[in-house]
């Protein structure tokens, strides 16, 4: 949502103008004031990336790869290492042996910390495909699904902002690009309730 008030803002600046806006962008030296100070709260070791990254320090951690040299009296925390695409096999082999021989599928992976596996499976799938994978549920499965939730909820789906904060993601996307295969059920709507598909 931020992303679409901020695109509209820099391709409409005249209608804004009349709003006083937070400096966003700031200079060298600004990002090297601010890069010492989160050093210094955190014993004199700058945060790694990802910590940059989730507090809201983007520009500085774009910053600080662009010029590493006007940073390089800073220290940094390490970053993990990357891992290799045969230290993720070795992972990936591991986890099928202890699942009966089938690798756990993507969202099993995302949920336990497997991200880095997770895009290297991606990107490389003729390395990991003597590895069976967990079958993806069917669309089928998903009207099934479905109707089973409603009848846990009256008889009336919950909308697709539950669905998706449910940790339902793939049932609110199918819904939502094959709504004529869950015809009939009802679900919750920013109006009330409508039927799906029609």
Same mark, same amino acid.
């Given at each position: ?10 391709g ?46 983007h ?15 800073i ?16 992972? &990936?082999? !591991?986890?099928?042996e202890?699942?009966?021989? $089938? %690798? /756990?599928?993507? +969202? =099993? @992976?995302?949920? *336990? ?7 290297c ?13 967990k ?10 699904? &479905?109707? !089973? ?6 008889? $009336? %789906? /919950?909308?697709? +902002? =539950? @669905?998706?904060? *449910?940790?339902?993601r793939?049932l609110?996307?199918?819904?939502y690009?094959q ?5 009939g ?14």
């Open positions: 949502m931020a992303h679409g008030l901020n695109g509209c803002i820099r409409n600046p005249d209608s804004f103008s009349h709003l006083n806006r937070k400096k966003i962008y700031r200079t060298l030296e600004e990002y090297l004031t601010l890069a010492e100070e989160l050093a210094k709260k955190n014993n004199g070791i700058l945060p790694n990336s990802k910590w940059l990254k989730q507090n809201g320090y520009g500085l951690y774009a910053y600080a790869i662009k010029n590493k040299g006007c940073f390089s009296h220290k940094k925390t390490e970053n993990r290492p990357r891992q290799t695409l045969m230290m993720h096999l070795k992972v &990936a082999e !591991k986890l099928a202890e699942n009966n021989e $089938i %690798l /756990p599928n993507y +969202k =099993w @992976l995302r949920d *336990n910390g497997y991200h880095g596996l997770n895009s499976v991606s990107k490389n799938h003729d390395s990991f495909s003597h590895l069976r994978r079958k993806t549920d069917t669309l089928q499965e998903y009207v099934e699904l &479905a109707k !089973k939730i409603s009848e846990g909820h009256e008889g $009336i %789906l /919950p909308g697709q +902002k =539950w @669905l998706k904060q *449910n940790d339902m793939k609110a996307e199918c819904i690009s709504a004529e295969s869950f015809k059920i009802k679900q919750k709507w920013h109006s009330g309730v409508r039927k799906i598909g029609e």
